[in-house]
């Protein structure tokens, strides 16, 4: 059997039964708060993992990409929410995914686009279902649960597309926030999506779905009444980021970067990885955080483990990840050619640069190789 030993790097590994632990933990939270968990594939886009992810009593899941929605439609996920708004130019692309997946919907904010969902269900017969996206608070898409244009997207669909319901999600959350905080963010998430559907009620709409989440939001959320989801993904894998506001622990990370030590230089204190800007990616969503910044990632041995001294990766390169401020001990400890795991500022980021997966038991064992989707199309 192969294992990590054994492994080109830089490669992505994944932990499943840290994975499966996560996945399980917020579908308990989820029944316990009586909402159905729609997991986010956005981050490990891979059908080993929805398997694990999908919350049986509900069934469905979120994607990103039109790439995702039929990668996963081809697998036979039937209940797929596409939670990005999309042009009209792309709903013939949305025909065909839903030739295989018959509950497959997406997101509108626009009187203009559900008029052209409206036009294209008629003229070509296919029944589009979409959700009224609402903007909570972090105003990168979607409507305002009091703007007089949320009851005039709905009337504009007319009876040949299905309001699934309305979604939202609070980009806001994703700050340096203490858990309560996040709590509060949480209910203004929850107010702002409960609202809309209320006021579309009010109107004569049917609002079955009421779709909200993030992993912060999930997390720490006190109350889920009127909602019938939540939608979360980067849980599933985690990151430092979500570490370091509490929504998971450091040892319920399941997504790792395994690297190669390259490099020393004695005098300036430095160790470099094979495992650089692209393989981490540049994003640095702990910079600002005092006392829990991860830099690029942080080191743990080639099991996962910490080490005794802070090591992270402080510098990037296209394909060399630099570690300062090293110790004598740590040069002993981490020769040319030792193998290390990097732990991930942002686990969504770091993972879109790789086609697979090297899944572990725990060990270092090399158990399965799964195969992700990428691209947008």
């Not at 840290?18 to 997991?39: C, E, F, H, M, S």
């Not at 609002?207 to 009444?225: M, Q």
């Not at 989801?229 to 990151?239: F, I, K, S």
Request: proline share 4%; with cysteine; glycine share 10%.
């Amino acid at each position: 059997m192969d294992t990590l030993e054994d492994a080109a790097t830089p490669a992505l590994v994944l932990d499943r039964g840290r994975l499966t632990v996560n996945a399980q933990r917020l579908i308990a939270r989820a029944r316990k708060a009586g909402v159905g968990l729609r997991p986010h594939l956005k981050t490990l886009k891979s059908i080993d993992a929805a398997r694990i992810a999908i919350d049986p009593q509900h069934g469905g899941i979120a994607a990103a990409t039109l790439n995702e929605a039929a990668y996963f439609a081809s697998h036979g996920i039937q209940d797929i929410q596409l939670a990005v708004c999309l042009p009209p130019g792309k709903f013939p692309r949305v025909a065909q995914i839903l030739r295989q997946a018959e509950r497959f919907s997406f997101f509108i904010d626009s009187t203009e686009t559900a008029v052209a969902a409206a036009t294209f269900a008629r003229t070509h017969g296919v029944p589009l279902r979409v959700w009224i996206e609402i903007d909570s608070g972090g105003h990168r898409t979607g409507v305002a649960p009091d703007d007089p244009e949320l009851l005039a997207i709905a009337r504009a669909l007319g009876s040949g597309v299905r309001l699934e319901g309305v979604a939202t999600h609070a980009g806001q959350s994703y700050a340096d926030l203490t858990p309560q905080a996040i709590a509060e963010v949480a209910e203004q998430e929850r107010l702002a999506v409960v609202t809309a559907a209320q006021r579309l009620r009010a109107a004569g709409f049917d609002v079955e779905g009421v779709s909200a989440g993030s992993t912060p939001t999930t997390t720490h959320a006190r109350s889920a009444v009127g909602l019938t989801e939540w939608r979360a993904g980067v849980y599933l894998a985690g990151d430092l980021f979500q570490a370091a506001i509490q929504a998971l622990a450091m040892n319920d990370i399941a997504l790792s970067v395994l690297s190669t030590v390259i490099s020393h230089h004695r005098a300036r204190r430095q160790i470099v990885v094979d495992a650089g800007g692209l393989a981490l990616s540049k994003d640095r969503s702990t910079a600002t955080m005092a006392g829990r910044d991860g830099g690029y990632g942080l080191l743990t041995d080639i099991d996962g483990r910490p080490f005794d001294t802070s090591l992270h990766i402080s510098e990037v390169h296209q394909e060399h990840g630099v570690v300062h401020e090293v110790d004598e001990g740590s040069f002993e400890k981490l020769p040319i050619g030792a193998r290390v795991r990097v732990l991930p500022n942002h686990a969504c980021m770091t993972a879109a640069m790789y086609d697979e997966y090297l899944v572990t038991d725990g060990g270092r064992a090399i158990a399965a190789r799964w195969k992700r989707t990428n691209g947008w199309a």
